[in-house]
T-cell receptor
Framework: DTAVSQTPKYLVTQMGNDKSIKCEQN?????MYWYKQDSKKFLKIMFS???????INETVPNRFSPKSPDKAHLNLHINSLELGDSAVYFC???????????????FGNGTRLTVT | GQQVMQIPQYQHVQEGEDFTTYCNSS?????IQWYKQRPGGHPVFLIQ?????EVKKQKRLTFQFGEAKKNSSLHITATQTTDVGTYFC???????????FGKGTKLSVIP
């Protein structure tokens, strides 16, 4: 199936731990994103990569570090997890590139992170 | 920075009633997209509006983009239980590559 897939689906961990979420898209898209959705369902952009290059880096704690080994993958590593990091994290991709930004986003199924 | 306001936050309707959600931007938008997120699911793209005053229909859903390209609406006629979910608008400012999401409208349909 062509899709945006992210793993794991659920992640329960203790404060202070380090964890990673992986994302892969086989849609041939140039741009990938990480969004955070809090308990009130607000979707907030965290990072965006275009062809492995960081183009959006919102005000996110330095504990969050994205890595894009190639344009089909965008992983998210989180250091020293805090209670407030509990949320659903969505990976997404789009066919956008520098000249045109009008493509729809294709979201993964989300990773529900619970920090205890 | 760009802000996209969406109202109402919640809407409960009886099945068969109509539903409308509204989006307003603090700046002129180059385009606006609409997404639907079912409970427990992920946002799914519905449609994109680009032109001033544009109106698009998908069966019972009607999408409008304002003349000034600063507001948009989604109207559902005769809601069904399958319409349940949270509807998000997302806009791009003119010359910007960043897509800003509204806070969403959660629709509940009472059978």
């Amino acid at each position: 199936d062509t899709a945006v897939s992210q793993t794991p689906k659920y992640l329960v961990t203790q404060m202070g731990n380090d964890k990673s979420i992986k994302c892969e898209q086989n849609l041939g898209h140039d741009t990938m994103y990480w969004y955070k959705q809090d308990s009130k369902k607000f979707l907030k952009i965290m990072f965006s990569y275009n062809n492995k290059e960081l183009i959006i880096n919102e005000t996110v704690p330095n504990r969050f570090s994205p890595k894009s080994p190639d344009k089909a993958h965008l992983n998210l590593h989180i250091n020293s997890l805090e209670l407030g990091d509990s949320a659903v994290y969505f990976c997404a991709s789009s066919q956008d590139h520098w000249e045109t930004y009008n493509s729809p986003l294709h979201f993964g199924n989300g990773t529900r992170l619970t920090v205890t | 920075g760009q802000q996209v306001m969406q109202i109402p936050q919640y809407q409960h309707v009886q099945e068969g009633e109509d539903f409308t959600t509204y989006c307003n931007s603090s700046t002129t938008l180059s385009n606006i997209q609409w997404y639907k997120q079912r409970p427990g699911g992920h946002p799914v793209f519905l449609i994109q509006l680009v032109k001033s005053g544009e109106v698009k229909k998908q069966k019972r859903l009607t999408f409008q983009f304002g003349e000034a390209k600063k507001n948009s609406s989604l109207h559902i006629t005769a809601t069904q239980t399958t319409d349940v979910g949270t509807y998000f608008c997302a806009g791009r400012g003119a010359g910007s590559y960043q897509l800003t999401f509204g806070k969403g409208t959660k629709l509940s349909v009472i059978p």
